[in-house]
């Protein structure tokens, strides 16, 4: 595969794809460490262990509904429009491309599996349970966006480089924490394994499509990794709201208040870019998108969350 960059692969790694052992854990109700990392910034605003145990619980469970929306409406997509995009990408690269959509399916069963047990042993009852998350909406938009009417084909690849650049990394951190129970370090540890791979292949894709792009293309493809950067990486205060209400009790508008006590636009914007350091990099590297668009970005994004949020 002449000038298409290295990338890894299951054997090449000596490892095979956790579809293969089709096995996974389930929660367990005894333990008493946590399902969630522990947010510092709301734990001291809930009344209770109870209630602290709660929203811990509610957050992975909507971090395993992110997951699946993730695999089904994002990751999956991108690899079956590789074969509409005007690019000829090379064959071998192509295959493999294609066998990260049978991981992913598997990422997707096995999460809803450890979430279909969660929410029956502890009862969980969130509102709004059956919207997509906030950034899958979000990113969905950018289709209808007539901007990006003569990249419509690379979008969906766009949105996965974006998500599989930072997943492994998040869920390897959630792999070593030892506070966490151990079904969750498994469970996170397995996927986080196979996301290692995936993250290589596509950004051997990213860097290989760029170099086949005219100015023209790479303009547009530069602003829409801008655009999906910031909506997939942002923290979603809508989400958090929900779970702080379901373990507190505290109506939805109450919760909301707890929360943007905490969390100012200074703390969201650093939180997002925490979070997406490692797609930053890579954009940054390959010259996707400059510094100065990402600065300008923070600036208007400090703007619309203090006049949509916090003077609200």
């Known amino acids: 595969m002449k000038n298409y960059p290295?990338?890894?692969?299951?054997?090449?790694?000596?490892?095979?794809?956790?579809?293969?052992?089709?096995?996974?854990?389930?929660?367990?109700?005894?333990?008493?460490?946590?399902?969630?990392?522990?947010?510092?910034?709301?734990?001291?605003?809930?009344n209770s262990k109870e209630d602290e145990r709660k929203f811990e619980i509610a957050q992975f469970y909507k971090f395993l509904k992110e997951t699946i929306e993730v695999e089904h409406f994002l990751v999956i997509p991108a690899i079956a429009n590789l074969n509409r995009l005007n690019y000829s990408i090379p064959n071998k690269a192509k295959e493999d491309l294609f066998k990260i959509a049978t991981d992913e399916a598997?990422?997707?069963?096995?999460?809803?599996?450890?979430?279909?047990?969660?929410?029956q042993q502890f009862q969980i009852n969130l509102e709004d349970d059956k919207l997509p998350p906030k950034f899958i909406r979000e990113l969905e938009s950018q289709k209808l966006n007539k901007t990006y009417e003569d990249i419509k084909e690379l979008l969906p690849i766009i949105f996965g480089i974006v998500t599989e650049t930072r997943i492994s990394i998040e869920l390897g951190q959630f792999a070593?924490?030892?506070?966490?129970?151990?079904?969750?370090?498994?469970?996170?540890?397995?996927?986080?394994?196979?996301?290692?791979?995936?993250?290589?292949?596509?950004?051997?894709l990213g860097e290989w499509l760029w170099e086949q792009m005219d100015d023209k293309i790479k303009e547009l493809v530069s602003a829409s990794f801008t655009d999906a950067l910031f909506y997939r990486n942002m923290p979603d205060v809508d989400a958090l709201t929900v779970c702080f209400s379901y373990a507190s009790n505290l109506s939805i508008e109450d919760s909301k208040k707890n929360i943007l006590q905490s969390y100012t636009e200074e703390v969201v914007i650093s939180e997002m870019m925490e979070v997406c350091e490692p797609t930053l990099n890579y954009l940054l590297k390959n010259k996707m998108v400059s510094q100065t668009q990402i600065d300008n970005r923070i600036r208007v994004e400090k703007d619309l969350l203090k006049n949509n949020f916090f003077d609200a």
Do not use: G, W
């Not at 598997?106 to 929410?119: G, R, T």
């Not at 506070?179 to 290692?196: G, K, Q, T, Y």
């Open 6 to 46: 290295k990338y890894l692969t299951y054997s090449n790694r000596n490892n095979v794809p956790s579809v293969l052992n089709q096995a996974f854990p389930m929660p367990d109700v005894n333990t008493d460490k946590r399902y969630f990392p522990k947010n510092k910034l709301l734990f001291s605003n809930l």
């Open 106 to 119: 598997f990422h997707a069963e096995q999460s809803l599996a450890y979430l279909n047990s969660l929410k």
């Open 176 to 204: 070593k924490n030892t506070e966490l129970e151990n079904s969750v370090r498994e469970i996170c540890l397995s996927h986080a394994l196979d996301e290692v791979v995936h993250s290589s292949q596509f950004q051997a």
